[in-house]
């Protein structure tokens, strides 16, 4: 039986050199850029202890909103769940789509104040081993409640990116050395999409975990 070897990660931020002065310019930026940036300003930014607008998940949303100040088309960015995509280059027409169409029905182009405007970036990923383990699936429940949300960021959302699994590290540690049919597998499918702050996130792979085991007894 392979031991869960705990990971954490932190972000490094990288500039990917475009910008944008309005909503139009957004639209091209987007057109235009690394799926690397898109991934960034959605899912990337659960990670960055410097987001936490409470009412936007991403930051095209923010942005939009509290620069642009268009909240309608900033409601509508905001809503958007990356993980709901195949891939961030069906995210990305998507979004061109939604920005079209909204312009469309403008009167004007928003545009930002000079200092304001919107710069893409990126972000590499440092990973390093915590030196704990888990080695029963029965252990897994105090194992994730004493994980930083590094930790639950790398096992659980950004392992769902990595080849050739493209699924979470615990239901892959589950799968490989326990049974295909393991009950929590269901529980960590069905959160495995969930787009919500890493804290709230934890806290549902407890009291999912922990009502699964509870059931199981």
Known sequence: MKE?????????GLTAKLQAQNMRELRDCIYRCEAASIYHHFCET????T????VYGNDFAVWTANVLNDPILAEKLGVINPYEYKNMEELRAFLIDMIDDHMS????IPWAR????FFFNKAMTLVFDTGRTISDPDHLYKAIKEMSLGSIYYHFIEANRREPKLVDDFSAWLM???????PFLPVLSNLRNSY???LDLKRALMSSLHTQ???GE
């Open 4 to 12: 869960f070897n705990i990971k954490d990660c932190a972000l490094v």
């Open 46 to 49: 659960l990670l960055r202890p």
């Open 51 to 54: 987001f936490d607008d409470p």
């Open 105 to 108: 029905d403008l009167q004007f």
């Open 114 to 117: 000079p200092g304001n405007q």
């Open 176 to 182: 490989k050395n326990f049974s295909e049919n393991h």
């Open 196 to 198: 919500m702050p890493l």
């Open 213 to 215: 085991a509870s059931e």
